[in-house]
């Protein structure tokens, strides 16, 4: 188990940038401003991570936390490694997917279609 929160933080950075293909982006390559915004947000996530491992030792291990952080990467719609629907990871606003004819749920893939479909027709 972690001693301390900021054990936890690389474990999540290294997560974000094993998204980099599928973000087109790579935290480790942001400027110093984005990524130390990122850092202080990855330590709160952190530190929340750390108080609930220690109000339930046995429960939300470092074994557990892992499992379900490569749920969270791993599995997605339409088998999308991210985990996250496309409209998240294109920074497509919700409130523009009607445009499209795209939907919330839309993997990576179909909502690029969409999209290319509309820029071209």
Known sequence: MAAWSSQIVPHLLKAQHSLRNDLGTDVMYADRQTYNINLE???????VMKAVQDLHPTVATDAAWQQRLNVAVDTGPGGDRSGWPGWVLLQVPPEDLARYGATETDSVDVLRAKIDAYNNG
């Not at 947000?41 to 530190?47: N, V």
Request: proline share 0%; charged share 0%; aromatic share 0%.
């Open 41 to 47: 947000l990855l330590a709160l996530i952190a530190m």
